[in-house]
Structure formats: structure tokens, C-alpha cells
């Protein structure tokens, strides 16, 4: 009778021990689920080091040949411990890199077939993922003077900046070949690029001067970024018409305001002046593409503005529409309008909170996801 009590017990204890075991494998599955569709406010409470090895074999979602309409991973998001990875419109996830190391500046070629973006070890070099083949590779490989900034030129070909203390060289990488041209030098001061959307115009800005080259490298004209009692926070060019560009310029008061540019060997400015226009002021604007502007006002709402021409009057800027942004008037308070920051690319703009992500509006809809929660850059 005292071995048949032991015999039972036994096996008592063994079912408990494999209920047990059960309990767990289920645990673990459930929380591998949930790395895959979020449900929590961070990103980083979601993974452990089991899931972020399962999310690395892009077992998330295999198909990235449906990269049209909704199943399209058209966003790009870097979060505020490194993860990079891709969003579609309907929150599913594609990881890209989980290894906790400085992604910045990512960008889209027009097709969204490549993308572009800016890594820090000692320096900054630049890395491409081919979304069609699901490869991440190294683009460049400097040692001891990195990328200051890049962009797209068209589809395969990447404009950076980058040299040492004494000159910076603008330099073209070719997607197809992998290979590196120079194309002319610029002083050290310059560390920020853009381009004319008809792309004979390169823009360079130092935090004294704004420059203006032709394709060739020779000077087309010097802007002081202190200009009209006021400092030029951004300058873009919006219209077809390679040489107009608008300069958007914060005045002592903290207001933008918008000059137009002409583009001539004298650069000669007129003002648009959005004060005649909107009762409120402008506290951040950025400009999409190109005519078309997002802007933040005064009175606590989130506008786009569009530059036309009218006939008679020359050019203007005009209200377009009105973004609905719940929770907007907590943010302009006193305390935390000098920590915003407006950002924004083709058919979208963002807020920031003090560098971190607090809203992303595509095509003029909120976009709702946990993945944006304290995230640090996007591009769509």
C-alpha cells in the first residue's frame, strides 16, 4: 500500500511538472505574438533577446514583393534605443535592425524601393536597404571624417556631404555600380544639403551663410542666415522654376515668416508676408514639396499652406486645409512651444517633443500606432 501511495504520488508530481513546463512554452508564444502586433505604448517593452532574434529573421511578414497600397511597408521609424524598422498602413511591422546602435536620417528613394539612412559609430557612414531582396549593406566606409548630410538625387543616385576640418567635397554614390565620384568641393563650415526640385541648384548651409552652387560647383549666390532681423531656419525651393525658392525666417519674436527668393547672381529677395493673410502667427513650418507648406500657428492648429501665382498680385501663400490634431493645446503651452519641431516629407508632417516623435500625419491622416510612441525619425 506504501509503494502504490509512492507510485501515485509520483506521477502526480510528474503531470504538475509537465503542466508546468506547457504554462511556459504557451507564455513565451503569447509574448511573440505580441512583439508582432503591438498593443503596448513602447516598442521596447515588448521585446526580449528571444524575440528581437525572432524578429530578425523576418518572420514577421515575408511578402515584401506586395509593396503597393495598404500591404505596402512605406513607413520608415527609428526608435529611441536604435531599432529600425518598417511600417505599413495597417501597423504590421518589418524589422530591419535590432542591434541597439545610432540610426539617423532615414530617407526613401522616390520609389520606395530603397532606403537610405545614416549610421554612428565613430562617424557617420551610410547604409542601403533594398526593401524588393530584404538586405541591409554598408555603403561607405570612413574612418575618421563622416557623412554630414545626404539625399536623393533620383532613384540611384545619393548626394552626400563629407571631409575634414579644412574642406567638404559633395560626393554622388550610384546605386547600381556602388561606386563614389566627387563632384566639387565646398568650405568645412557648410554640414547641411538640399536641392531644387528641378536639381540644378545646390543649397549649403553653415550656421553663418546659406550657399547656393550650380551643378558645376561654381557660386550662384550667399545668404546670411541672419537676414531681415531674423534667422532663416530652413530654405527650400518649391516650384518648377528652378530659380524661386521660398526662405522661411523666424523673427525676433519667434514668428515665421516667408521670403520669397530669386535666384540671380545678386539674389535679390522679395517678402511674402503670411501676416496679411491669417490672423494667427506661424510658430514652425516646413515646406513637402512643391508648392505646398505645413505649418503650426499661434492658435493651436496644424494648416497647410500652398504658394501659388496669381496674376496681377505675383506670388502668394494661401490656406489650403486644416489638420485636426486632438490633445494639440496641451503642447502650446508657455512652457513647451520652444521644444516642438515640425518635420515633414512628400504627403506627410510630424511633431516632435523635445526630439521625440509625437504625431505623424500621412495624406492628411493621423497615423495611430504604438511603433511611433517616443520614436526618434521617420520618412514615408
Not at 366 to 378: E, G, H, R, T, W
Request: aromatic fraction near 12%; include cysteine.
Amino acid at each position: 500500500m506504501k509503494r502504490l501511495f509512492i507510485i501515485v504520488l509520483v506521477s502526480i508530481i510528474c503531470v504538475l511538472f509537465i503542466l508546468y513546463l506547457s504554462n511556459i512554452v504557451l507564455i513565451r508564444d503569447s509574448a511573440r505574438q505580441n512583439s508582432i502586433t503591438p498593443n503596448n505604448n513602447n516598442l521596447n517593452n515588448q521585446m526580449n533577446k528571444d524575440d528581437r532574434k525572432y524578429k530578425n529573421n523576418h518572420d514577421v511578414n515575408n511578402d515584401t514583393n506586395n509593396i503597393h497600397g495598404l500591404d505596402q511597408f512605406s513607413m520608415v521609424v527609428v526608435n529611441n534605443i536604435g531599432d529600425l524598422y518598417l511600417l505599413n498602413l495597417n501597423d504590421n511591422v518589418l524589422p530591419i535592425s535590432l542591434e541597439n546602435v545610432t540610426w539617423l536620417h532615414p530617407k526613401w528613394n522616390r520609389s520606395k524601393n530603397y532606403l537610405a539612412i545614416l549610421r554612428l559609430d565613430t562617424v557617420k557612414n551610410m547604409f542601403l536597404y533594398d526593401l524588393n531582396n530584404s538586405t541591409l549593406f554598408k555603403a561607405t566606409n570612413y574612418t575618421l571624417f563622416g557623412i554630414d548630410d545626404y539625399l536623393w538625387l533620383d532613384d540611384k543616385n545619393i548626394l552626400f556631404l563629407q571631409g575634414d576640418n579644412n574642406s567638404k567635397w559633395l560626393h554622388n554614390y550610384d546605386i547600381d555600380s556602388k561606386s563614389i565620384t566627387k563632384l566639387f568641393q565646398v568650405d568645412a563650415a557648410f554640414k547641411e544639403l538640399k536641392i531644387s526640385h528641378v536639381g540644378d541648384i545646390y543649397v549649403f548651409k553653415s550656421d553663418e551663410k546659406i550657399l547656393l552652387k550650380a551643378k558645376d560647383g561654381k557660386d550662384v549666390a550667399t545668404i546670411p542666415v541672419q537676414y531681415q532681423d531674423g534667422k532663416v531656419v530652413d530654405i527650400s525651393f518649391l516650384t518648377t522654376i528652378s530659380n524661386i525658392g521660398l526662405i522661411q525666417l523666424m523673427n525676433k519674436d519667434n514668428v515665421i515668416q516667408f521670403y520669397l527668393i530669386l535666384v540671380t547672381s545678386t539674389a535679390a529677395i522679395d517678402i511674402i508676408s503670411t501676416n496679411k493673410i491669417f490672423a494667427e502667427n506661424i510658430l514652425y513650418s516646413c515646406a513637402f514639396d512643391e508648392n505646398n507648406i505645413y505649418a503650426l500657428t499661434d492658435n493651436k492648429r496644424l494648416i497647410k499652406l500652398f504658394l501659388t501665382f496669381v496674376d496681377n498680385t505675383g506670388w502668394i501663400i494661401d490656406f489650403k486645409s486644416e489638420l485636426k490634431l486632438e490633445n494639440l493645446n496641451n503642447l502650446l503651452d508657455t512652457q513647451s512651444q520652444q521644444k516642438l519641431k515640425l518635420f515633414c516629407g512628400n504627403n506627410f508632417v510630424g511633431i516632435t517633443i523635445e526630439d521625440n516623435i509625437f504625431t505623424v500625419f500621412v495624406n492628411d491622416e493621423q497615423v495611430i500606432s504604438d511603433y511611433l510612441y517616443n520614436a526618434k525619425y521617420f520618412d514615408y
